[in-house]
């Protein structure tokens, strides 16, 4: 994994709540949860703000250990690897990262979901993803699903990007930001 994501978040002060690099499972995901809560109470952080941090973290986990691949895997079976990184800055706001090599064909899911939640407001966000519910398209489907509006729908911004291994595998890099303290 690209661990240079790590280096840059220490450089930048940010502090560093969770950070994890390796392989994922869902007893895993747990241990990292409970983790986070514990920070969470002792940062004295309202419960809007703790379930949203911890929806995005699971969400992002759980993404990585349905897409995962490594830089050299043939084979369709997934080998669940990620990196996932909890951080505040100095403005007390919150940022999920997530990072994981996913191959060719989830990018190309993924990829127009998330360009076109980048277009939509709050509103509309809450509206797709009670239309995605209602119809259960979308619901648990490979190739990023009804789970990145959920993201979208808890963040105040986000951000993605792919960076290209070889012809089959990419780097996709997530971020997700949540402000604490919101301007009148």
Known sequence: MN??????????DGIIFLTYGGFISQSLISAMTEALEKEAKQNALNMGISNNIFT???ELTQNMMNYSKTKCQESTDVN???????????YDNYYIH????????DKEKIEPKLEEILT???EQLKKKYRELRRSGR?????????G????????????FEFNK?????????FISKIVTKKEN
């Open 120 to 122: 939509l407001d709050q």
């Open 56 to 58: 995005i973290f699971i």
């Open 138 to 146: 979308d619901k648990h489907g490979k190739g990023g699903g009804i």
């Open 98 to 105: 997530s990072q994981n090599i996913i191959a060719l064909k």
């Open 80 to 90: 669940s690897e990620g990196l996932i990184v909890v951080t505040k800055d100095s």
């Open 148 to 159: 990145f509006y959920e993201i979208a729908k808890r963040s105040d911004e986000i951000n």
């Open 165 to 173: 291994i070889n012809e089959d595998k990419y780097y996709f890099h």
């Open 3 to 12: 661990m240079k994501v790590i280096q840059d978040l220490v450089e930048d």
